[in-house]
DNA sequence: GGCAAATAATTCAACCGTTGAACAAATCAG
DNA sequence: CTGATTTGTTCAACGGTTGAATTATTTGCC
């Protein structure tokens, strides 16, 4: 609202993320001509924005692709797949994770350590990420890949400085990760909410996803990353998403966080597993497929309430999917039936206006790569800081 | 996300806009040389943004304020509260409204009709909003105000094209209001829900109020209007805000809608008055200012459906007020403390960010006056519209 | 094979808006 | 009255985009 004033240099800060954001989303590598002609800038000025890109190796071109027609060919321009990298970390309570993502939005490389993160003293589980880091850093450098920054996903809240003030399924508070995360020798860290990191990586997925959804995580505890006109919402203070503590019914089963009733009770991941009498996740769902009837019951029930908070959101927020993910991705042949019957029943626009329900396409890696997204993304937005920052 | 070029002129446009706004939001009306400090432009281009300004009647300068110290004394800079006005006009269930606000934000001019407009004809009715628009023209233009747009307060869901798909308390369902208001000679006209206009009211009100707060309408129906980051969220489609349908109990009482538990069943204005045996809001008030045990009970149990109902908002968008509008607004001493409690007990991360429950400053002028303060913004936003509306 | 048509990319003078410094205007303190 | 101080304007310079002309490279046709 109270932006600051536009000076010359800010014309071409946008167009530059103008002209890369083109390269990026087009079905073919275009050329400048094609860019022109989207952009409706004019092709002296597309030239000489591709050639500041080239320079600063964040376009490539490639070769002439065959044309129909007469005409000089033109030359193919792509992110290049050399250019600077996202490092993408996660904690979660029962694995750590890292991935690299180049410029391009491909997944480089990724590594997963499963083992439980609760009896560890946060210092320790964060070393044990740098070390992880470290090694992500090292594989991608092998490939040639400069590592421009990192994103830590924690299933937590975080503040906008990178300090945990609250998580409670990995017994964290106040846990300031930037400077446990130190040894990252100068490498720009930014720590984020496992769910709203998730649903960047949703939105960056497919090639055009829709602009504004809900993510539901279901894990332990249910997250939310909000997604308006194609940008993460994270709320006044940087809190929002917190899902799992929607009352479903207000004199329900009392909660750990005081209230009762919450969301978390009847369709945590607890609560499933308890409700079905499964051991873990995996059980749960072959059980499911076998067609037990008390676990496809449970399911339905814990699915019944995920769609009466959802419909909630819905009706506030008017978003045109709902992405399962978390567990909910591998359990939505089940719970998704009653997600959207509650929906159809509660939600005002439905007949005019459905709203998609479906499964995470990223799945468990959905933080992850999205946290590597978040780094890339922050770079194709804005080229400008990445170019002044190789050429000073 | 996927925004256009930017282009030589768009640079002027941006700078207009900001050196209005900068001239309106200050405290005291600020010279030349404050804007520029304040917004980090030169002097020099301030001047020349200003004249232009003064030139399109948009600003004006003021005698110099009596200065401490030496200098040349500075021109102030005020709104000029002879340029462009905005129209607003409301259509409600028992009443027709109109008012007049100068570009300063002032409102100069107000009208009501109360009158049941149910069992009216959509055309009538439109015919009649004309009528009292043309008064309201007519009023403002023999002050020396040249109205520049119209905005139209509807409850009920509108189109981006201002057809009313939806009201059901007024009967209405695809009513295509453009047309409708065709009488009022080329004045552009904007139709929005009541509950937006209502909230984009409480905005503009205070000098500096919460740039991301939840403003609640109370009336037969319930409506929220959503402000995010100092900006209307009017959803991916436009029809956000339905709080009236969130599910308080999944099985409780069936509601118009089809659905059942909706919080309309529990505050809605029937069932206050319902469960308090009144006969209308004014003796609602009275008997609670009585004391009498029944009402006090009937208006502690619709606080608290209400509480559960914004509990869920605040922990999934965590927005720093909610404001209390429409009936709720002169209930707001008998509602609040629920409200409130409901929050305590409900919202994780109330302990360190608390969440401010107040009833609306506006009262039940919110949306006439917010509807017309739409259109002044659009102008105070983007001056450069205006500017060559007059010199083309 | 050669030439015209077509399309892509670059070059360059012109234009537009902002900048920075110099300058004129208006006031106060002594 | 004079110097200090702050406001507002003027003007050459600069950065960035534009549009037209030019060069480059291919296809299609005779």
């Known amino acids: 609202m109270t932006d600051g004033p536009v000076r010359q240099a800010s014309l071409r800060e946008h167009n530059l993320g103008l002209v890369l954001r083109q390269a990026a989303n087009a079905m073919r590598p275009p050329s400048r001509a094609d860019i022109a002609a989207a952009t409706s800038l004019t092709r002296a000025t597309v030239s000489a924005l591709v050639d500041d890109l080239i320079a600063g190796g964040l376009l490539t071109e490639v070769g002439p692709a065959p044309r129909a027609g007469a005409g000089r060919p033109a030359a ?87 300090v945990v003030r609250l998580a409670p399924n990995l017994g964290w508070r106040d846990v300031d990760v930037p400077t446990g995360l130190a040894a990252l020798d100068g490498l720009p860290v930014t720590v984020d909410n496992e769910a709203n990191l998730a649903a960047l990586g949703e939105l960056h997925a497919g090639p055009a996803g829709p602009a504004s959804f809900l993510y539901v995580s279901g894990e332990i505890g249910i997250g939310a990353g909000i997604v308006l006109h194609g940008a993460l919402f994270r709320g006044a203070r940087g809190w929002s998403g917190e899902l799992g503590h929607v009352a479903v019914r207000p004199d329900g089963p009392a909660c750990s966080c005081g209230a009762r009733g919450c969301l978390e009770q009847y369709a945590g991941q607890e609560a499933i597993l308890r409700a079905a009498a499964a051991g873990g996740i995996d059980d749960l769902r072959a059980r499911a497929t076998a067609g037990d009837p008390g676990v496809l019951a449970a399911l339905a029930a814990a699915g019944a309430a995920l769609g009466v908070a959802v419909a909630g959101v819905v009706n506030l927020l008017d978003v045109e999917a709902v992405v399962l993910g978390g567990i909910y991705a591998p359990l939505a042949p089940w719970l998704r039936p009653a997600v959207v019957a509650e929906i159809h029943r509660r939600v005002l626009t439905d007949a005019w206006s459905p709203v998609d329900v479906r499964p995470s396409v990223l799945g468990a890696d959905a933080a992850v790569v999205g946290a590597a997204g978040s780094v890339v993304r922050a770079i194709r937005d804005n080229p400008t800081k990445w170019l002044t920052r190789i050429i000073p």
Do not use: F, K, M
């Open 76 to 162: 193919g321009l792509v992110l290049s797949a050399s250019g600077p990298a996202g490092l993408g970390l996660e904690i979660n309570v029962d694995y750590l994770a890292a991935c690299v993502v180049d410029l391009a939005g491909a997944v480089r490389h990724r590594d997963v350590r499963h083992a439980d993160q609760r009896p560890g003293h946060p210092d320790q589980v964060l070393a044990e990420v740098a070390e992880l880091a470290a090694d992500a850093r090292a594989h991608a450098e092998r490939e040639g890949l400069a590592v421009a920054g990192a994103a830590l996903a924690v299933p937590g809240l975080v503040t906008a400085h990178g």
